[in-house]
């Protein structure tokens, strides 16, 4: 008999591509069988970014929401011939789609994925869920963050506290306490890479700050830090959730011009600094606990040297430690929440998300 599989697709708001898993599932293991990615082509993450700031026409917005579909579609179909030779049944296709704009606040709070999931279905033949975010949002909810409800069925544990510390374009933390009686909480903790990325492609022309060497040549100042952290968004306690519409290269310069005199290397430093910090002080306050963290960020060796800094005690170290390689937690989990809605299981975490009640997320597009 052939093993049920699932297949998560990923974009993150750091818009530099798609992940893709194929994973199994049982109530306490996650197996993952194979693992893909494509880089987004620098035409399709300069459109990306252009929409997300609110640049572009609705023709745009549409032929971009076709092109990434068929890029899904080609990032499923990768991670299955990595797979061919598996006793594996693939039930499922999960998308994230590519987040351009997330308002989850206000008169009418939306969320917008693009990546065409009839595209996914049509062209891969599997069974597509998709759109996971507005059924929480419907329901009250932000929207966001979604993972933590995966974090909660795979990395919880009954003797010790956790925080899973997801850092992608935008930071976000999961308080999974050993006790019953400690709630779960989930929210973004603000810019995870999207500052540094932003700051460093727009100085320098490159994506990203590679291990954070030119931060490493620059200082921080105080006084540009105190600045970045007095915005509203770090005060407010969650549930709460973030983007790029919020946390951009506009940002940076109206900040950065109330002080003029500082460089823009330091200006880079600073905004790493800004990450840790941010990140540190919303952390939940355990003794016992340990940090396993996730994402792009765990791969820029400063950072997380100035995060295990500014977290001691706590330790911080990967998820590779509870068996999930940190390049492909927020992948697998999209599997999982394609599973969960299959199975007519609810997706969402009320706690992190603000949602009214727990909630079956997605829909079904079939092939």
């Known amino acids: 008999m052939k093993q049920p599989a699932y297949i998560g697709v990923m974009s993150g708001t750091s818009m530099d591509g798609i992940d893709a898993v194929l994973a199994s599932f049982d109530a306490e293991r996650v197996q993952v069988h194979a693992c893909h990615t494509i880089t987004y082509p620098d035409s399709v993450r300069h459109r990306l970014q252009r929409v997300s700031q609110n640049i572009g026409t609705p023709d745009e917005v549409g032929s971009l929401d076709h092109e990434i579909g068929v890029l899904f579609a080609s990032a499923a179909k990768g991670v299955l011939a990595k797979a061919d030779d598996r006793p594996i049944e693939v039930l499922a296709i999960g998308s994230h789609g590519q987040t351009v704009r997330h308002q989850p606040r206000g008169q009418s709070p939306f969320s917008l994925q693009l990546g065409d999931p009839n595209i996914i279905a049509e062209q891969t033949l599997i069974t597509t869920v998709a759109d996971f975010r507005r059924r929480d949002m419907a329901a009250g909810g932000e929207g966001a963050p979604l993972v933590p409800a995966f974090h909660k069925a795979y990395f919880g544990s009954t003797e010790q506290d956790r925080c899973i510390l997801n850092i992608g374009g935008i930071a976000n933390i999961t308080s999974l306490m050993h006790s019953p009686d400690q709630p779960i909480q989930g929210f973004d903790t603000g810019?995870?890479?999207?500052?540094?990325?932003?700051?460093?492609?727009?100085?320098?022309?490159?994506?990203?700050?590679?291990?954070?060497?030119?931060?490493?040549?620059?200082?921080?100042?105080?006084?540009?830090?105190?600045?970045?952290?007095?915005?509203?968004?770090?005060?407010?306690?969650?549930?709460?959730?973030?983007?790029?519409?919020?946390?951009?290269?506009?940002?940076?310069?109206?900040?950065?011009?109330?002080?003029?005199?500082?460089?823009?290397?330091?200006?880079?430093?600073?905004?790493?600094?800004?990450?840790?910090?941010?990140?540190?002080?919303?952390?939940?306050?355990?003794?016992?606990?340990?940090?396993?963290?996730?994402?792009?960020?765990?791969?820029n060796g400063m950072l997380m040297q100035e995060l295990r800094k500014a977290c001691s005690p706590i330790s911080v170290c990967s998820t590779e430690e509870l068996g999930l390689d940190p390049q492909w937690v927020e992948a697998t989990a999209f599997a999982w929440l394609a599973k969960q809605t299959l199975e007519r299981r609810p997706g969402n975490l009320p706690a992190a998300t603000g949602a009214k009640g727990e909630r079956i997320l997605g829909a079904i597009y079939l092939p």
């Open 191 to 299: 810019p995870g890479n999207a500052l540094m990325d932003a700051w460093c492609q727009h100085q320098t022309g490159k994506c990203f700050d590679e291990n954070g060497q030119w931060a490493a040549e620059g200082c921080v100042n105080q006084a540009l830090l105190s600045d970045m952290l007095s915005d509203a968004y770090f005060a407010h306690k969650g549930p709460k959730s973030t983007g790029k519409e919020k946390f951009n290269l506009n940002w940076i310069k109206t900040v950065a011009n109330r002080h003029p005199a500082v460089c823009p290397t330091d200006i880079q430093r600073t905004l790493l600094e800004l990450t840790v910090v941010s990140i540190a002080r919303q952390l939940p306050h355990s003794a016992g606990m340990k940090i396993f963290a996730c994402g792009g960020g765990v791969r």
